[in-house]
Structures are given as structure tokens and as C-alpha cells.
């Protein structure tokens, strides 16, 4: 059981947009930034969003992250094939003292 | 190039003993604060452990709280998991990741190694 909760699962056909949403509590998303995970399968997690929305080089703009309380969402603009993989949200959590993660949602371009 | 490359796994019985390295390598690996995230097969990211830059302070989730103790060499570039008890529920990838912190606050894991599989198995 997560402390973050994520759909399990997504799906979207190329060129649409998708949501993918995490929730949480006040001691982690209501208190701190929220960031998203990228991991494609068989490889390392890719930062995709930190502190909320904003984008490290090199992840285009298709990927938007926003944040409202103790929730957020992934929005992904413009499908493409090359991103299906799964997807995480985290946070640092003040009453554990460290990240949490939510289960992740699989992403799959149809 | 920026990179953490990952060694130390492999196969435990229960019970015993694993220290994992993360070598970094292309940026001042004494700026940052780093951390350890395992996955196990089929799973999720879980959160492991963490030290701040200096190795003045680490923290532990509350599963390994106890048998897993962080540490790194900034003099080598490398960071460090001693594991100790190893259980059937520890097995998974082993990743360790960077951290950014830039006044007080954090940029996120921002580099991750390919990770490196633990096994406890009878």
C-alpha cells in the first residue's frame, strides 16, 4: 500500500492527452512540491516534473504537471508511442521523514 | 557526463549481509545529498534511505530502520548501502539517486544509476 495513490493503469490512442492523478495528505503533497517519475521499461526513473510543474532540460512540453492541495496530475499533450512506461508522483513526506511514491500507472499508447 | 554507476548485488540467504556502492562520476559529488530507492520485481518505487552531503545526517524508512545504515567517501565519489538481516522482502533493484538541494529546498532526484539486484533466497 502506497502512501500516494495513483491509478494502476492509463490509456490513450496518439495525439490525445492524458491524465494520470496523485493524492496524498497534508504531510506530504499539502505540505511539499510534488515531482513525476518517468521509467520506461527495463531502465532507471527519469525526473519528468519537479516542484510542482516545472520541467528539467530536455523534457518537451507535451508533459505539464499541476498541483491543488493534497492532490495532483500528470497531463501528457500530444501522445506518442514513445511514452508508454510507467509513471510515479512523490513527495517528501514531514511525518516520515522521507520520499513516498505513489504505486505507479501504466501508460499505454493504444 | 554525469553518471552513478551501481555494484554490490547478488544473491543472500536469509539473514545475512550486503554493501552496496554507488561510484559517481562528471559533477562535485560532495554538493549533493544522495539516496537509496529499491524496486522490487513487479513493483513499485519504495524509498530506502538517504544522507545529506556532508554525512551528517541520514535517514531510513521504517522497514529497514535498524539493518540498513548509508554512508558515503566524498574523498572516492561514493556512496554506500550496508545491509545487514537481510530478508525475502528485500529483494529488489537497488538504485541510488541524486539530489540537488538549493536553499533548503529540493530539486528532486534528479540522476539515478542503472541499479543493481539483490536476491535473498534460501
Known amino acids: 500500500q502506497s502512501v500516494l495513490t495513483q491509478p494502476p493503469s492509463a490509456s490513450g490512442t496518439p495525439g490525445q492527452r492524458v491524465t494520470i492523478s496523485c493524492s496524498g495528505s497534508?504531510?506530504?503533497?499539502?505540505?511539499?512540491?510534488l515531482y513525476w517519475y518517468q521509467q520506461l521499461p527495463g531502465t532507471a526513473p527519469k525526473l519528468l516534473i519537479y516542484?510542482?510543474?516545472q520541467r528539467p532540460s530536455g523534457v518537451p512540453d507535451r508533459f505539464s504537471g499541476s498541483k491543488s492541495g493534497t492532490s495532483a496530475s500528470l497531463a501528457i499533450s500530444g501522445l506518442r508511442s514513445e511514452d508508454q512506461a510507467d509513471y510515479y508522483c512523490a513527495a517528501w513526506d514531514d511525518s516520515l521523514s522521507g520520499w513516498v511514491f505513489g504505486g505507479g500507472t501504466k501508460l499505454t499508447v493504444l | 557526463e554525469v553518471q552513478l554507476v551501481e555494484s554490490g548485488g547478488g544473491l543472500v540467504q536469509p539473514g545475512g549481509s550486503l554493501r552496496l556502492s554507488c561510484a559517481a562520476s562528471?559533477?562535485?559529488?560532495?554538493?549533493?545529498?544522495m539516496h537509496w530507492v529499491r524496486q522490487a520485481p513487479g513493483k513499485g518505487l519504495v524509498w530506502v534511505s538517504r544522507?545529506?552531503?556532508?554525512?551528517?545526517?541520514?535517514g531510513y524508512a521504517d522497514s529497514v530502520k535498524g539493518r540498513f545504515t548509508i554512508s558515503r567517501d566524498n574523498a572516492k565519489n561514493t556512496l554506500f548501502l550496508q545491509m545487514n538481516s537481510l530478508r525475502a522482502e528485500d529483494t529488489a533493484v537497488y538504485f541510488c539517486?541524486?539530489?540537488?538541494?538549493?536553499?533548503?529546498?529540493?530539486?528532486?532526484?534528479?540522476?539515478w544509476g542503472q541499479g543493481t539486484m539483490v536476491t535473498v533466497s534460501s
Open positions: 516542484r510542482n510543474n
Open positions: 544522507i545529506n552531503s556532508y554525512g551528517s545526517s541520514r
Open positions: 497534508s504531510s506530504n503533497i499539502g505540505s511539499n512540491y
Open positions: 539517486a541524486r539530489e540537488p538541494i538549493l536553499f533548503n529546498s529540493s530539486w528532486g532526484l534528479d540522476i
Open positions: 562528471g559533477f562535485t559529488f560532495s554538493r549533493y545529498s
